[in-house]
């Protein structure tokens, strides 16, 4: 079952207007290392930390919160697998949140998709509650923990 949808367009320009004038101030606050390991090592990093902020502010939708309600934006980071599938982790009070929208018996699965066409990046995801029973159907997924019947 679907639990949240959320989508996002950033201006890759306005990002790096933000790089330009910031710096690590604002990679640092915003990014994970292994996200801007990721950007630092691409020909065009804006348009890679584009995609990286459009995909927070689409979980924090697909989270029915935006980021609001204690929300960090380190505590969502897109890593990608080895085939290159970009994927979506939660902390902190992002996985809190998680949990709380996931029903008992259930575990969720974050999708994310990325793309970009300068001056534009843009996410979507999709959060998804699988019968736990199902887990193992899904090699490579990223799952959230299991809520617990407490």
């Not at 799952?143 to 407490?150: D, F, G, I, K, T």
Request: aromatic share 6%; glycine share 6%.
């Amino acid at each position: 079952m679907i639990l949240g949808i959320g989508t996002d367009l950033a201006n890759i320009d306005r990002i790096q207007a933000t790089l330009d004038r910031f710096g690590d101030r604002f990679r640092n606050r915003v990014f994970t290392e292994t996200e801007q390991r990721r950007a630092e090592r691409m020909t065009k990093p804006a348009a890679v930390y584009a995609k990286r902020w459009a995909a927070k502010e689409a979980c924090s939708k697909a989270l029915g919160t935006g980021l609001r309600m204690g929300i960090a934006w380190k505590d969502m980071a897109v890593s990608n697998l080895p085939t290159g599938q970009p994927v979506m982790q939660v902390t902190g009070w992002a996985q809190d949140r998680l949990a709380q929208m996931t029903p008992e018996g259930y575990s969720a699965l974050v999708h994310v998709t990325l793309t970009d066409d300068h001056p534009w990046a843009q996410a979507m995801v999709v959060i998804e509650a699988l019968p736990e029973a199902e887990e193992a159907l899904r090699p490579g997924a990223v799952m959230a923990p299991p809520r617990s019947l407490s």
